[in-house]
């Protein structure tokens, strides 16, 4: 089982790779790395540059990381973190099943390289969004958090640090 510094890092490199970080969001990431004693020079350089691009940041910050973890994601795997965070915030009722499916959709399953299984939810949300009856609508609900159950079931947490 992951530590939550080692899934938080597995989220981070996850956006990372997809391109969904922000060079505004690495220094409060930095900071929090450096929070849970998981830092190094380039990470504490990440951490005081406030309002900066991706550009600027991104090089750094990955050769900080990189110097944390054993490898970076690929967009496979990196599908696979974020779409497990989002499934199990369906299941933990933080969010619902149609949003969450519709994120995967958005965010996730259309990325060249990304995990196909993510294709399900896809089609779930869109046929939630097709149908007019609240009868039908909790049904593709049901289905989104039983195909959840089933996507965290059947695929491992990630690991990128050894």
């Known amino acids: 089982m992951e530590t939550d510094i080692n899934r938080f890092i597995s989220i981070v490199l996850s956006k990372f790779v997809l391109g969904q970080l ?3 969001e690495i220094p409060g990431i930095s900071i929090k790395l450096i929070e849970n004693d998981f830092y190094n020079d380039e990470i504490i350089e990440c951490a005081g540059m406030q309002n900066s691009s991706l550009a600027d940041l991104g090089p750094t910050f990955l050769k900080g990381v990189k110097k944390l973890t054993t490898r970076q994601p690929t967009i496979k795997e990196a599908t696979v973190i974020l779409a497990r965070e989002i499934l199990k915030s369906i299941l933990d009722g933080e969010i619902e ?3 969450g499916a519709r994120k995967i959709w958005n965010k996730l399953a259309r990325q060249t ?3 196909q299984r993510l294709i399900l939810f896809i089609g779930l949300a869109s046929e939630y969004e ?3 009856s609240k009868v039908d609508r909790e049904h593709y609900s049901n289905r989104i958090i039983e195909e959840a159950k089933n996507y965290i079931k059947e695929t491992d947490e990630i690991s990128l640090i050894s």
């Open 130 to 132: 097709d149908s007019s």
């Open 97 to 99: 099943p149609y949003k």
């Open 113 to 115: 390289g990304a995990d």
């Open 22 to 24: 922000t060079g505004e």
